[in-house]
């Protein structure tokens, strides 16, 4: 009997108290197992054995626990996402201290909307190949985490839209503009951008320089 299956019958065992901790640490394993082994490699190329072992369970358990190798990567990349849009919305309230003439100038919004998306294309670089199948998986109606895909663009839109929004009431911004389709166009010019960069043949590298040039040609007719 392998040592991993010694384990979880020894687990099964044990009383229920103990077993939830044991389960809650076996998971916390799953997850920094897969969350090394995707910032080390790409997707294809981690087994569901590497991340196993890895863990330090047999992979029969790792089954039970994630389902199959796709839904590992939406969730630990899901749960990075997350972690990165909390720290970009944390930072853009506490940037937002702006003195009463800064609020007239556009460009305090504009900077707001940049650091906004230069923050999504650092997150990126992190392993570009692995964040454009997460990006396609949302993509695809059957994918179970789909919501969680439309939920985090909607962070990012909502916030646009919001620091578009500010602009308009301080004048800094056009008033015959809905900043909520703005914020749908500036979150579009980012997804294309990461979706075609593989297909185009450019540079990860080049990615926050693309999507740089391409918001300010879509947001700076809206100010002044």
């Known amino acids: 009997m392998a040592k ?14 103990q077993r939830d901790r044991s389960k809650a640490e076996r998971a916390a394993r799953i997850r920094a197992a897969a969350e090394e082994l995707l910032s080390e490699s790409n997707f294809e190329d981690i087994t569901t054995k590497r991340v196993a ?5 047999g992979e029969a358990t790792l089954f ?9 990567l939406n969730v630990v990349y899901g749960d990075q996402m997350d972690a990165m849009l ?3 919305e944390e930072l853009d309230v506490a940037a937002n201290t702006a003195t009463p003439a800064e609020r007239r100038l556009a460009a305090w919004y504009l900077h707001r909307i940049y650091a906004a998306y230069q923050a999504r294309c650092d997150f990126y670089l992190r392993n570009p190949h692995n964040a454009t199948l997460y990006l396609r998986a949302g993509f695809d109606p059957s994918d179970e985490l789909v919501p969680r895909h439309l939920a985090q663009g909607d962070r990012t839109i ?18 015959d503009v809905e900043p909520a389709l703005v914020a749908q166009n ?15 043949g450019f540079s990860p590298a080049s990615i926050w320089d693309r999507v740089h040039a391409r918001l300010q040609v879509q947001l700076e007719p809206l100010v002044g």
Request: aromatic content about 4%; proline content about 3%; overall charge positive.
């Open 4 to 17: 991993a299956d010694e384990a979880e019958i020894v687990d099964a065992l044990r009383p229920l108290g």
């Open 186 to 200: 500036c979150h579009g010019i980012f997804i294309h951008e990461v979706d075609r960069t593989p297909v185009r």
């Open 158 to 175: 909502r916030l646009v839209a919001a620091v578009l929004s500010d602009g308009q009431r301080a004048g800094a911004v056009r008033h």
């Open 64 to 72: 039970r626990y994630i389902g199959s190798k796709q839904r590992l």
């Open 53 to 57: 072992e890895r863990a330090g369970i």
């Open 86 to 88: 909390n720290t970009t």
